[in-house]
């Protein structure tokens, strides 16, 4: 696929980017076989490529978190930011999508709106404490509004949505608090193609707000056809960083294929 099929196929919307929102400095873990170091402008759509076990999921479990770094450095809208714990980034405004959507990323036997509801019902506890009752009623009709989340009713059991439908509550979850930068693992994977096309869209509204977005994908296609710049991993390394408009899939493959 080369310019124009590309546009067709994933409906990409150029944006202005902004300054500088996430910066990532000498960052070393499980995983990463070298400290990577990126930086993520405001607006922009940051897409990681590279071929299973280069380390490009191990890469955004360390920036949420979800696994201790061994050393490096992060800032948000250049303050600096301890990650040790998913808690740290969330608060950083930080939030993960991660691949393995039943299993990590929703409560299947919960409904639609306490998923919807869980990462940000607290700071809208009556007392820190007791829940309430009014803004979980508000904000699960306005994500399903929103974001075209298909259900019959919020107090469907999450298990019962389409697969589309579960990452566009994923999404949403995040949504009801203060995002600056998304983390997105495969987040069109095992769904059909009219969600995609759902799921592309949301990503671009979420860039046109000023938000962050990473995206790890395993098809190069997509990589090129929805992201501003594509960061290449090669065996826990990045091996290259392209700007959407100088990315060919020979030049992507050559970096992420691996070395004698």
């Known amino acids: ?35 990577v170091s990126f930086a993520v402008g405001r607006g922009e759509i940051l897409g990681i490529f590279g071929l299973v076990g280069a380390g490009r999921t191990e890469l955004l479990r360390l920036l949420f978190g979800a696994r201790a770094a061994d050393a490096g450095g992060v800032r948000v809208e250049g303050r600096p930011v301890r990650i040790r714990k ?74 019962n949505l389409s697969g589309g439908n579960q990452q566009k509550a994923i999404f949403a979850r995040w949504l009801s608090g203060d995002v600056k930068v998304m983390l997105l693992d495969e987040p069109t994977r095992g769904i ?37 710049r594509i960061l290449v991993m090669n065996e826990g390394r990045i091996s290259g960083d392209m700007p959407r408009a100088e990315a060919t899939e020979q030049a992507i493959l050559e970096l992420a294929l691996p070395r004698d």
């Not at 608060?91 to 709106?113: N, Q």
């Not at 306490?114 to 009014?134: M, T, V, Y």
């Not at 009219?194 to 995206?215: D, F, H, T």
């Open 1 to 35: 696929m080369v310019g124009r099929e590309l546009k067709d196929v994933f409906g990409f919307r150029a944006r202005d980017l902004g300054a500088t929102l996430l910066e990532v400095s000498d960052l070393s873990g499980p995983g990463l076989r070298a400290p």
């Open 86 to 159: 998913p808690i740290d980034a969330i608060r950083a405004g930080i939030s993960f999508c991660p691949e393995d959507r039943k299993r990590e990323g929703i409560l299947p036997a919960a409904t639609v709106r306490e998923n919807l509801n869980i990462s940000n019902r607290r700071r809208h506890c009556f007392g820190g404490f007791f829940l309430n009752p009014a803004w979980e009623h508000a904000n699960a009709q306005h994500q399903i509004s929103a974001l075209g989340i298909k259900t019959p009713s919020p107090r469907q059991l999450m298990r």
């Open 192 to 228: 059909d193609v009219g969600s995609k096309r759902e799921i592309y869209n949301l990503i671009y509204s979420l860039a046109e707000q000023g938000v962050g977005v990473v995206m790890v994908s395993s098809e190069l296609p997509e990589v090129m056809g929805v992201c501003d």
